[in-house]
């Protein structure tokens, strides 16, 4: 936007209330450097009135309400509200808004943390990964290589053009850990048997989500939790 002084920074997801991922990421939107970054939130879905809600949208400087508003409007908004790198939370998720995302409401797009896969598209330019998520073996698949933070050894080397299948570049996170509230979740990927899941769900609360559980992570995922 003209005379911006700071970079406008957009997280757009329908996940912001009581859910996973809301409960991961509910601090971060308060650690950004204001003096150097301006925050907005753009909520796909109405409030569910839960505190994880209510602490994103205190922490955003900009929380935005477009659950009413058409794929369109909502890029449209995303446009003149200047935003210089936009953040796609949900990926192939409940409640997506994939297509705002293919108009190009910002020069810089950037996948992150709601779907840790490719979109196939050319809309995002980066996936924000880690090695489990994307295992380094696998950097040949991605057709504009490999972008890795310092805390992470990457590869400069061009990906074989034959060899292509996802098409965002890769931002190299530090190590992560599979959180699910999903108990069939744990019993697909072998982390535990069935009365140990059961018994993590109950801990859990049931349909309000499981609490932790011990283990290893999916087998082809580098055995993390």
Known sequence: AAGATRLRVGYVSADFGDHPLTHLTRGLFA????????VFCYSLRQSDRSAPRAAVESAAEHFV??????????????????????VDLNGFTSGARTELFALRPSPLQVGMLGFPGSS??????????????SPPQLERLYSRGVCSL??????DASPPRDRQLYSEALLRLPPSYLVTDHAQTLLHCGILPPAAVSAAWLRGGGGGGAGEAEGGGCPSQGGRR
């Open 31 to 38: 650690l950004h450097d204001r003096s150097r970054l301006e």
């Open 65 to 86: 309400d477009v659950s009413s508003s058409d794929s369109a409007a909502i890029a449209a908004q995303i446009a003149a509200d200047g935003i210089h790198v936009c």
């Open 120 to 133: 196939g598209g050319a809309f995002l330019d980066y996936l924000a990964t880690d090695a489990v998520a």
């Open 150 to 155: 310092p805390s992470r050894r990457g590869s």
